[in-house]
């Protein structure tokens, strides 16, 4: 199912019967400020693990997740002062950033160290999506298995066909990776450089 929403002014109608099909354990696709991502609830781990089957991805490399704000990202992770307001000054943005997960983190969702990537994107769509679930979901690009990432929501469905529940249109994105900055121990590493602004940290 291909359903088109303002990515500016999310329609909340369509928003619900997005996070109807989350709350019932589907698996959508949908835009972000970076590319096109497909999630689901991250509390649901049964949709976890059709992502990574459609994915063809080790359950060793953890998925990244979507929160609503600052304060969403605390019950999920732990937030120490110098993290909080690193993140203050970037978010929403094209950033990930790695912290240590809470209690709150489905095992599935973590690396062995218990580390966990987060996302607060600076797009509308997924934001509403998140507050509408009350949990976070999980992000990883509408792409194939080689590396290839789609840039258009016609050609998602087209591809995963029946194995997506619903692809979200929110128009064009812009196709680049975020920058992925790990907050470990207070200790800012640089992990990938994508799109935002990483001088903070250089």
Known sequence: ????????NPQPRLIAQAVGIL????????????????GCDILNKKAIERIYRL???DKNS???????????ISQYAKVSNYAYKTMKR????????ILEGSKMVPKIMLTKRKTAGIRVPAHEICIKLVEGLDNPII???????????????????????????????????????????????????????????ISLFE
């Open 90 to 97: 970037l978010l929403p943005g094209p950033y990930t950033f």
């Open 139 to 197: 992000s990883t690009s509408a792409g194939m298995s080689d590396g290839e990432i789609f840039h258009d929501a016609s050609l998602i469905q087209d591809h995963y066909g029946a194995l997506i529940d619903m692809v979200i249109d929110g128009g064009p994105v812009h196709g680049e990776p975020s920058s992925v900055i790990s907050l470990i121990n207070d200790m800012p590493e640089v992990i990938r450089k994508g799109m935002g602004d």
């Open 62 to 72: 953890p998925f990244s997740f979507i929160c609503a704000d600052l304060t969403n």
């Open 1 to 8: 199912m291909l359903i088109h929403i303002n990515p500016k």
């Open 23 to 38: 709350k019932d354990g589907g698996v959508i696709a949908y835009p972000t400020d970076t590319f096109y991502g497909i």
């Open 55 to 57: 994915k063809q991805r």
